[in-house]
Nanobody
Framework: QFDLVESGGASVQPGGSLRLSCAAS????????MAWFRQAPGKEREGIAC??????????NYADSVKGRFTIWRDHSKNTIFLDMTDMKPGDTSVYTC??????????????????????????WGQGTQVTVAT
């Protein structure tokens, strides 16, 4: 059984930084496309970052809204995906959720820049963690 558990959500001030974690169990993230999505109140859930394996090592891509500010990476020994967020803005306020799917289904999507994905593109989801950016 696939299980994804996010943690690290908090309230931060504009310009601040935060790290989110997504601990996976029941499968190895090494062989899956792993992504972070976010959903602000009244808006659709949007994909913002994706990471997947490649012959030359992990490959990551980002939505234009977070490129240059957010970094997705994984700790293989902990089977955990991270999202490092910097220079945060009030518009980053959302529930952040990690997602996983097979490489044959989501690998090509994950490999494109910018990363653009919808809920239908990933099958396994965590429960989400709240991030609020405000003074």
């Amino acid at each position: 059984q696939f299980d994804l558990v996010e943690s690290g959500g908090a309230s931060v001030q504009p310009g601040g930084s935060l790290r989110l974690s997504c601990a996976a169990s029941g499968f190895s993230t090494d062989y899956f496309a792993m992504a972070w999505f976010r959903q602000a109140p009244g808006k659709e859930r949007e994909g913002i970052a994706c990471i997947g394996p490649s012959p030359s090592g992990d490959r990551s891509n980002y939505a234009d809204s977070v490129k240059g500010r957010f970094t997705i990476w994984r700790d293989h020994s902990k089977n955990t995906i991270f999202l490092d967020m910097t220079d945060m803005k009030p518009g980053d306020t959302s529930v952040y959720t990690c997602a996983a799917d097979s490489l044959w289904k989501a690998g090509a999507l994950c490999g494109r820049s910018p990363f653009v994905a919808s809920v239908a593109d990933f099958a396994s989801w965590g429960q989400g963690t709240q991030v609020t950016v405000a003074t």
